[in-house]
């Protein structure tokens, strides 16, 4: 075990070296930020000044080494626009796109495995194939439509729900959340909705199909054999098998989810990390494009890692020695 | 003395798109207390569909579409979910052919055992544990204590067979259905867990239904064997008469291609052809295509003979001559 983590400690460090390579370099192509940040009107001489301050004058290669020298220290470098370190002003909107994402899987998990439950042990029954079809709608139908939808239907024509914007947030054990209160979770219903649809159809296949594939094995005959409850059978012995594949595949998403929710957020006026990635991107914020690139990779990796360990506690046939 | 089991005319087919496919059609046999039975026949003769039938576990498509299933007087065909859940482990227990698949992989044998304990029986779960552990040692797992808690996969193949033996064993059931439970366990091995299975029924007194296309195997077990083909019972009787005067040319053709029966260095004799898709079958005899014997009038259905005072053969020629009506 310790084997293992230092390994994929060491793993995660080269990862991230490589990712910060490439995001560096190809931020650099992309434009010079001088050229946005500055007003049209500013003189040549302010021009150079601002480029020195900024530390653009500098060959790209000592650029790179000052950005990984300094990260290694761990910062991650100054917001061009804002003036304060880029890995603040990310975790300032992190808890915001968590919330956001965490409460997108549950909703996904919650409504997802027990409709796939269903759908894998009543194959081919009308039930089983309006789900199917459903998840297939929720697959194919571009998430920002979905979002819109969303909108219109449960904002607009029903006047139910708000459609913007994060309601007010309260503490609960020490976290600022929307869960705090009603009015919060108001806010949060729809955009989580959005960002869960498309995870809730992964879901909802994904279990349908480990169930069907596990009720066709032998030993939930011999467990039948033996005269066990067809409750117990589907809660212990199906339940735990399946379990193992399902939260892989879940663990892996939730960074996915994260990544998405740049769209949600955007639709959503949501005020999460999306939403500041897209304003430094069209800003050339270099320094804050990088620390949430970084960032993001870093929770990958992470979340790898949690879904490897936790994969062996649900399946004892799985060791971790022996995962390369 | 009053049969144990008594299957008559049954019928289980299997409802496909290409049409019904009649795995078992029109199976009797009975079975008395204590008695072991060779259920005998190729891949798709219908022998595991027949066990799987006695107990109520066979997957759709397959239905059973008639005959009855008297255990101890009761009909199983006719008997509720709850009633044959209860049956199940209880008073009849099933033993499988691959002890790699049948134990759940990711629970605990413990977990497995006492929650079939736990299936029948109002006990507590340190008492079950208790039943659990007798029936590891008296099926020959060394140190139960540390084996318990131990997962499938850390078992050998025939270690795996042994507990799901004892799991089998734990209620005494009065009856076992064993669908080739030596089939995918070394030569060795196979000789172990069915000298253990041997002593264990007669210990107990109860009855098996000894699925298993080896004839060999078979002769060691049983008391009485029953030929099944293309979904039929071709040949039944007390398995040494069958074995050293068979009625049936398939039976004899069986008998034939088993390597030990074969003059050392000869050559093995095989029987023609393949066996027939249950699909579709022509009304008279299934095996007249292979057959050597075969007659103009076997294109009919052929008619059962009785070949001795507990033999009978479903064939209009049978091998060795019939006694008198």
Sequence with gaps: MAVFLIRRVLQMAMVLLAVSLVVFFGLYSIGNPAEILLPDDATASERAAAIIALGLDRPIWVQYWVFLTNALQGDLGTSFVYNVPSITLIFQRFPATLELAVAALLIALAVGAPLGLYAGLHPDTPLDRTIVTGSILGFSLPNFWQGLMLI????ILLGWLPSSGRGPTGEILGIETSFA?????????????????FKLSL?????????RETMQLDFVKFA??????????????????????IITVVGMEFGSVIAFAVITESIFAWPGMGTLIIDSINKLDRPVVAAYLLVITALFILLNLIVDVLYTVLDPRVRLGAMK | MTALLEVTGLKTHFLTRAGAVRAVDGVDLTLRAGEVLGLVGESGSGKSVTSFSILGLVDPPGKVVGGSVRFKGEDLIQASPERLRQLRGRDIAMIFQDPMLTLTPVLRIETQMVETVLAHERTSYAGARERALDMLARVGIPAPQERIRAYPHQFSGGMRQRVAIAIAMLHGPSLILADEPTTALDVTIQGQVLSEMQRLVAETGTAMIWVSHDLAVVEAIADRI??????????EGPVAEVIARPGHPYTRGLLD????AATPGGRLRQIPGMAPSVLNLPPGCPFAPRCAHVRPECSTPPPV?????????????????????
């Design chain 1, 181 to 197: 209160s009603w009015e919060g979770i108001r806010h949060l219903i729809l955009p989580a909705t959005n960002l869960a649809l």
């Design chain 1, 152 to 155: 219109l239907i449960f904002s």
């Design chain 2, 305 to 325: 003979r009785r070949l001795g005072p507990e033999r009978t053969v479903r064939c209009f020629a049978p091998l060795i001559p019939e006694v008198g009506q």
């Design chain 1, 203 to 211: 879901v909802i296949r994904l279990t349908r199909a480990q169930v």
């Design chain 1, 224 to 245: 039948r054999a033996r005269g066990l409850s067809d409750r117990r059978i589907i809660g212990v012995h199906v339940g735990k098998t399946i379990a193992a594949p």
């Design chain 2, 257 to 260: 291609s088993t390597p030990s």
């Design chain 2, 226 to 235: 029953i030929v099944m083909y293309a979904g039929r019972v071709v040949e």
